[in-house]
């Protein structure tokens, strides 16, 4: 549409408009067909900014008020946008500005907001009862609060929790290894792996060391049973015989960074002697 831009700018300047009146700083972004339109940056009793910041997408047009509901709209959200909102570093809202009346409708975009269409999709509604206007910015503002630092409780759960993000990490880092070692194993022709000519060096042994002194031997046996898992497959997908843990624990097999002490290394065998098997589902 020729005048496209005119609906679009009159959306955004309705916005800065509730946001002038209401004592808030808005600064109108360059877009690039995904990005935001408007950052809010909300300001004290003084006027001064606080550092507080929302993101604000604007939809102009009665095409966006077509998908009338119980309560408001459904806006329809494609796959790119969704992920974008929903990824960024500041809370997000939309708002729907109506030219037809003036006003302006906002929702904020979290993934508690978002519902699933019968088709797979994504949809939001924007209620008829949020209008975007100067009493409405108290209620805006508490979105982009600071979180309070807290001592109690905050980090009760912390060890599980980093265990679960660490796991998923090396287990990425696992698989990336043995694929570079496979690979590298195949470039002067047939693969003949062997504990002796494959080992678990830099990096798979420092995220070993890390997991075991970090945490414990059970966290450390992950990341190696993911690794030796991770390169068996390639193994079987190159129809070559796999490597049984066992292997991978002789000799020059099972290789831990130089400033591990003996002693971490001969625990740590012992305890994936004794335990891996119930963990991998295989016998040694």
């Given at each position: 549409m020729a005048n496209?831009?005119?609906?679009?700018?009159?959306?955004?300047?309705?916005?800065?408009?509730?946001?002038?009146?209401?004592?808030?700083?808005?600064?109108?972004?360059?877009?690039?067909?995904?990005?935001?339109?408007?950052?809010?940056?909300?300001?004290?009793?003084?006027?001064?900014?606080?550092?507080?910041?929302?993101?604000?997408?604007?939809?102009?047009?009665?095409?966006?008020?077509?998908n009338a509901t119980d309560g408001g709209w459904w806006f329809y959200i494609d796959k790119r946008h969704e992920n974008y909102w929903l990824g960024h570093s500041l809370p997000v809202i939309l708002a729907l500005h109506d030219e037809r009346d003036g006003n302006t409708y906002w929702v904020q975009v979290e993934a508690e907001t978002i519902e699933r269409t019968k088709t797979g999709g994504s949809k939001i509604l924007v209620p008829s009862s949020r209008v975007l206007d100067k009493s409405a910015f108290e209620r805006i503002s508490a979105l982009a609060q600071r979180r309070a630092v807290t001592t109690t409780g905050a980090f009760r759960d912390s060890t599980n929790r980093h265990r679960v993000v660490m796991r998923e990490a090396i287990r990425g880092a696992a698989r990336d290894d043995a694929r570079t070692a496979f690979k590298r194993s195949r470039v002067t022709g047939r693969l003949k792996m062997t504990p002796t000519m494959y080992h678990m060096g830099d990096p798979m042994g420092r995220y070993v060391l890390t997991a075991y002194r970090e945490f414990d031997e059970f966290l450390a046996m992950v990341v190696v049973i993911e690794h030796l898992t991770a390169l068996n497959e390639l193994l079987h997908s190159a129809n070559e015989t796999q490597i049984t843990l066992k292997e991978l624990l002789t000799g020059f097999g099972f290789a831990m960074p130089g400033d591990a002490h003996p002693d971490e290394t001969d625990n740590l065998k012992q305890y994936l002697v004794a335990n891996a098997s119930a963990y991998w589902g295989s016998p040694l």
């Amino acid at each position: 549409m020729a005048n496209q831009w005119k609906t679009e700018d009159a959306g955004v300047l309705a916005v800065r408009k509730a946001a002038l009146e209401a004592g808030v700083i808005s600064r109108e972004q360059p877009t690039h067909d995904v990005g935001v339109d408007i950052h809010f940056e909300f300001t004290d009793s003084r006027g001064d900014a606080t550092g507080r910041l929302l993101a604000i997408q604007v939809k102009t047009g009665s095409s966006y008020f077509a998908n009338a509901t119980d309560g408001g709209w459904w806006f329809y959200i494609d796959k790119r946008h969704e992920n974008y909102w929903l990824g960024h570093s500041l809370p997000v809202i939309l708002a729907l500005h109506d030219e037809r009346d003036g006003n302006t409708y906002w929702v904020q975009v979290e993934a508690e907001t978002i519902e699933r269409t019968k088709t797979g999709g994504s949809k939001i509604l924007v209620p008829s009862s949020r209008v975007l206007d100067k009493s409405a910015f108290e209620r805006i503002s508490a979105l982009a609060q600071r979180r309070a630092v807290t001592t109690t409780g905050a980090f009760r759960d912390s060890t599980n929790r980093h265990r679960v993000v660490m796991r998923e990490a090396i287990r990425g880092a696992a698989r990336d290894d043995a694929r570079t070692a496979f690979k590298r194993s195949r470039v002067t022709g047939r693969l003949k792996m062997t504990p002796t000519m494959y080992h678990m060096g830099d990096p798979m042994g420092r995220y070993v060391l890390t997991a075991y002194r970090e945490f414990d031997e059970f966290l450390a046996m992950v990341v190696v049973i993911e690794h030796l898992t991770a390169l068996n497959e390639l193994l079987h997908s190159a129809n070559e015989t796999q490597i049984t843990l066992k292997e991978l624990l002789t000799g020059f097999g099972f290789a831990m960074p130089g400033d591990a002490h003996p002693d971490e290394t001969d625990n740590l065998k012992q305890y994936l002697v004794a335990n891996a098997s119930a963990y991998w589902g295989s016998p040694l």
